[in-house]
């Protein structure tokens, strides 16, 4: 049986004072209840306090991104072993604000999984197509190509640990969300693509989340279907109710 894995990407969002409110009321939300896997990610800043008031609850900590340098001369930056030591568990890669803004490319992202993997951090590594690949038939080809580049040269042990957030670009911060069917096939895509590479206990190990525009609305029937296995919810994560709700909709896979 495979958990789903519910996470809040909080993005570059709130006050000090908000982001621990928010944890808190998440927090309290969930109670004990251990049958869905919860994880939020708030700005660098706030990782400690948030660590501080998570430690003994079950719901992960992680960071939006991470250097792939492991110390040294690189201003501005935050190592994997800095987010360890002060209490995260889990990072994303590679999410496609960090690939279009910031220019991070598969060979990057490789590199930022590598060095998470090295220093016990779970990376959640995005894929997705832009709204043109989509429309020109070239979502399978494009996530084939995410998936190449920034798995290079990692063994199966160290992608079943892995998780994969099928994010498609146009449905981000947009309202217009993946339907339950095209997230699924996308989703079917990216295991077929997993065991080409690795094996099949590799491809039924790995998670994958959807995401985009997920809301309180719509993630019952997504995270109902047989590929899903969990979400990476943006803006929907920012009010404790939404987040909560959507969380309650997550079903255990066989
Ligand atoms: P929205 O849920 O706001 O569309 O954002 C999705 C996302 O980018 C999560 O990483």
């Known amino acids: 049986m495979k958990k789903q894995f519910i996470a809040g990407n909080w993005k570059m969002n709130l ?3 908000k982001a621990r409110d928010l944890a808190k009321s ?3 939300g969930l109670a004990d209840s251990n049958t869905v896997d919860v994880g939020i990610f708030p700005p660098f800043v ?3 306090d948030i660590c501080d008031i998570l430690q003994s609850s079950n719901v992960f900590v992680g960071a939006q991104n991470m250097s792939m340098e492991k110390s040294g001369a690189f201003t501005g930056e935050i190592s994997g072993e800095m987010l360890r030591d002060i209490g995260c568990t889990h990072v994303i890669i590679g999410h496609s604000e960090r690939r279009t803004i910031f220019k991070e490319t598969d060979h990057i992202i490789n590199s930022k999984i590598k060095s998470a993997l090295l220093n016990g951090l779970c990376p959640i590594l995005c894929v997705g197509e832009s709204q043109k690949e989509r429309d020109t038939g070239k979502t399978d080809e494009v996530v084939d190509g995410q998936l190449s580049g920034s798995l290079e ?6 992608v079943k640990g892995l998780t994969i957030a099928y994010e498609p670009v146009w449905a981000i911060g947009t309202g217009k969300t993946a339907t339950p069917d095209q997230a699924n096939e996308v989703h079917a895509c990216i295991r077929n693509i997993i065991r080409k590479k690795y094996d099949n206990s590799t491809a039924q190990s790995v998670r994958i989340q959807y995401g985009g525009s997920v809301n309180s609305n719509n993630a019952k029937e997504l995270l109902g279907q ?6 990476l919810v943006g803006g929907a994560s920012l009010d404790p109710d939404s987040f909560l709700d959507i969380v309650s909709g997550a079903v255990r896979h066989a």
């Open 15 to 17: 006050t000090l004072n």
């Open 26 to 28: 998440i927090c309290e």
């Open 46 to 48: 706030y990782l400690k």
């Open 153 to 158: 040269n990692l063994t199966s042990e160290q």
């Open 226 to 231: 047989l590929e899903i296995d969990g979400a």
